[in-house]
């Protein structure tokens, strides 16, 4: 790391989205010389990236080829090539966080037996090879109604869980090795980013509360800091700390938790790098998650996580109904309020439902904050 | 306009230093493609602009050849060839600020005879067509020492500028069109951004204070908000959005003043482009200064120049002694600490007095921040 801080350390990304463009955007202001690699040439990332290449993270040659080109490889996402990453640090390249951990965290089962095993809160969970031997566990009445299901691996935003309720949802359950653990009662989700440092260092975010949107039954908005007990606050903040320690990982990690309705924190999951829950730190944090990231993997000290004011994030979606190159309307409107940010991510195409940007207001209150999140959310639409 | 926010805007930015760097980083989280002109290959900018093209911003065709690949057009400086700006704006290009602001403010003659035409205070001057009128009116004893002269263009950071004290100095008087002004009885320099967007809306930012190296009469620090009366803050804040509304521009301008020993207020100059004495604003103010400057020129609302920490903003100048490939001392060292915030800009070469970079230092209170900034100003140093 002895180029840090001479105008010649080469950072590679895998790989191109909202988040690796963000990641981008914190590296520039360190005269750091980014590198991108997305199977899109087009990609979020591509437009600020110092060099942008195409490829895909899940390919062997592409994953080792472009590692061969940087000094210090880190990720927007986890589902990258784990062998190309081994061979790549064999020979002797800075990979932060380390191809274990992705691996690991690549298999929602496995991420479910370490927290089992080491203590971490968690909801009550069983695995299964494939759709059959649950149907038998069903049959045999030893797994009953309801339960949610998940598929071990590639499942994001939502994708690879089937919430299992009735006999008739038995016929949307997923085929592959899966997890079935029990459907919580859920009074609020709320998700904490703890960072680790090279050093061994580690410090948690505020605490963020997402707020659903009942009828679509989406998250809605994202709230910092949460409305919660304080004792429940840290405590989130502490296993997350705990896990970030148990992964020995390097980075920030996101931990997503189950309130439940007997006032319990149960883990749900967690990733090993930015993540949607801590858009509203780039204004409202003294350092944002993605600089804290490139802190932890470049061997700086971590910065503060102290809030600058109270913040709500709303995601743009793809308004449904529209696919096409995109139109963003009511930006202008919403900018004329204080403290409203907004990120476009330079996505060139709209569908329903797709992340297309954010929006994050900062306030000197929260209910201020909210207020202006009601207007915002009524006002911009991302149609086509 | 009717780009904006759909994922094809092209915005055009002469030339790619620092502060077109900023720009860019801003735009970026809007979905705006941007084009950046800069005589050097590897300027600052260049590594995240999406198209970085080779030009000269006094060249009438590089100029010319860069505005036909753009919809909005503006500057990081403000020594660009104004014929061909003139030219593009009756082709139709959206060129903010205005052509004719551009050429008034290269001249820094004009710009005092504005001010004292319009009524805003400055120090009292006179004009020369070279140095032999200027000697001439001394020989005749019409012009008596100490006086300062300054040439009417292509000075900049301190260039083109000379302060007249004794006979002695005669000798360093400059060559060419010049004027002459009284050498002012400092107390404190100050200076005020102010913003105007097209629907002619006008907003300034908090007051800036200046504070020198009284060794190498250099501005070591900049504080915000200034250690300075209320009421002289506010006629500060008037005075350069007077200036902005009297230009009848588009975009934000810098007004630099100098308070002498009476307490009085004098103009010095203007900047109409980001300025060095706004960086705080990045990390400090709801809007910084880049975000304002890109909201006037595309036509949106002004954004809130609300405080959310006070601030110290140090320039990372190039280490007497030491020019060739930079290496930065004491970056990670002065990042342990809460609040202190990097900005290296890219340049591959230090040499002595070269801006490299900046830090900023946000704190619960001034207080904190001066002292944080104390330490940072003695540890980092930019050598190679």
Chains 1, 2 share one sequence.
Not at 265 to 281: D, K
Request: glycine letters at 8%.
């Amino acid at each position: 790391m002895e180029r840090l801080f001479t105008s010649n350390l080469k950072l590679g990304i895998i790989a191109g989205g909202q988040l690796g463009k963000m990641l981008i955007q914190e590296a520039s202001r360190w005269d750091i010389t980014t590198l991108v690699m997305d199977p899109e040439e087009n990609c979020p990332a591509g437009s600020i990236a110092t060099h942008s290449i195409v490829g895909s993270p899940q390919n062997y040659e592409d994953v080792y080829n472009f590692g061969k080109k940087v000094d210090v490889l880190t990720f927007e996402l986890e589902n990258v090539n784990v062998e190309a990453l081994r061979r790549l640090k064999a020979e002797g390249l800075c990979i932060a966080p380390d191809p274990d951990v992705l691996e690991l965290i690549q298999d929602k089962g496995l991420q479910k037996q370490l927290y089992s095993q080491k203590g971490f809160p968690t909801a009550p969970f069983k695995l299964y090879e494939d759709k059959q031997a649950l149907l038998q566990d069903m049959a045999t009445g030893v797994l009953t109604l309801p339960f949610v299901q998940k598929l071990r691996k590639g499942g994001y935003d939502g994708r690879g869980v089937a919430v299992i309720r009735t006999q008739d949802d038995v016929a949307t359950m997923l085929e592959g090795p899966c997890l079935v653990e029990d459907l919580v009662d859920l009074h609020k989700e709320i998700a904490v980013i703890a960072a680790r440092n090279i050093q061994g260092d580690v410090r948690s975010f505020p605490v963020v509360e997402m707020a659903f949107d009942p009828k679509a039954n989406l998250v809605e908005k994202l709230i910092c800091p949460a409305e919660l007990d304080v004792a429940l606050a840290v405590q989130a903040q502490e296993i997350a700390e705990g896990l970030v320690r148990e992964l020995n990982m390097v980075g920030v990690l996101a931990v997503e938790f189950f309130l439940d309705a007997k006032g319990e924190l149960l883990v749900n999951e967690v990733a090993p790098r930015p993540h949607n829950s801590g858009h509203h730190t780039i204004e409202s944090v003294i350092t944002s998650q993605y600089e804290q990231h490139l802190r932890c993997v470049l061997g700086l000290p971590l910065g503060s996580t102290r809030l600058k004011m109270p913040a709500v994030m709303l995601n743009l979606l793809g308004e449904p109904g529209y696919a096409g190159p995109v139109r963003y309307e009511g930006v202008a409107q919403s900018m004329a309020l204080e403290g409203v940010k907004v990120h476009l991510y330079g996505k060139k195409y709209t569908r329903p439902m797709r992340k297309m940007g954010h929006v994050t207001i900062i306030a000197p209150t929260l209910e201020a904050a909210l207020e202006k999140a009601d207007q915002v959310k009524d006002w911009i639409k991302v149609v086509s």
